[in-house]
């Protein structure tokens, strides 16, 4: 098995070409994320980690199943396997350090938003409240909370997402309770995640934060992709003018 640098996903992009993930795409663009491969030259399975995301593709290879990178220290790593063999292949391997769950994917879609509404549910939030782009000081504040880490946490410094991320947030008496920014970056746009402080929940500020953020990628040209770990993410998706696709299997499988 031997890794291959980003730079060199065009190797295995043939491997995942009918998979429409942006994380995947992330990795394939050279823009985040590492890869493994049975051989560098002539590649017939393939594993790409992106985050806490990691996706086996090609003939199923119990190595390439079996290899979690060194330097991976969330507590779960998510397998997506590209068939049924290469779940199997999981199963079998980590047994009861893991278990299936069901993700929710979401169309892709770019003209489906309605901007008057979006821009309604952005108005409409509370004057108690206080809607924020990221900058150093959110940033530093969502790093230090594991509530709201993943809103930044896959970019290697506040320089690198002031350089390629985008998010916004809501304050409460200065603390941020919800966020919603780029889990990672490909070309053409973002993966978004939204985070909600557990005291803040229902209060729709969750949806706010989405829809000024869907509002600001529409702006600048870039797709916000979103990929659903629960049914109330996919409802959310929704209000806010998304599609659901279809459900998928993963694996989240215990680390450390």
């Known amino acids: 098995m031997q890794q291959i640098n980003r730079i060199e996903g065009y190797r295995v992009s043939k491997l ?7 994380l995947i795409w992330s990795y394939l ?9 049975d051989d560098a030259e002539e590649p017939k399975s393939a594993q790409i980690v992106v985050g806490d995301f990691c996706f ?11 290899h979690i990178p060194t330097d991976y220290k969330s507590e779960y790593l998510i397998m997506v396997p590209q068939n049924e063999t290469w779940a199997k292949f999981i199963e079998d391997t ?75 947030v809501v304050l409460h008496e200065g603390k941020v309770v919800s ?8 070309r053409e746009g973002i993966e978004i995640e939204i985070d909600t402080h557990k005291d803040y929940r229902r209060q729709g500020l969750a949806l706010v934060c989405g829809a000024r953020l869907v509002l600001e990628c529409l702006e600048r040209g870039l797709y916000p992709s979103w990929d659903a770990a629960n049914k109330a993410s996919v409802a959310l998706a929704e209000k806010l003018g998304y599609h659901f696709a279809h459900e998928y299997v993963a694996y989240a499988v215990k680390v450390c």
């Not at 966020?179 to 490909?186: E, F, K």
């Open 94 to 168: 980590y047994l009861e350090r893991s278990f299936k769950i069901t993700r929710y994917a979401i169309k892709k879609e770019p003209e489906v938003f309605n901007i008057l509404k979006l821009k309604s549910y952005v108005e409409s939030l509370d004057a108690s409240y206080v809607l924020k782009a990221i900058d150093q000081e959110v940033y530093e504040q969502v790093m230090q909370v594991e509530w709201g880490q993943d809103l930044c946490s896959q970019f290697a410094s506040y320089e690198d997402y002031a350089q390629r991320g985008l998010g916004f």
């Open 16 to 22: 995942f070409k009918d998979w429409k993930e942006t």
């Open 179 to 186: 966020g919603a920014s780029s889990y990672t970056i490909y």
């Open 56 to 66: 086996l593709a090609g003939e199923p290879n119990i190595e390439i199943v079996r």
């Open 29 to 37: 663009q050279g823009c985040m994320g590492c890869g493994w491969v």
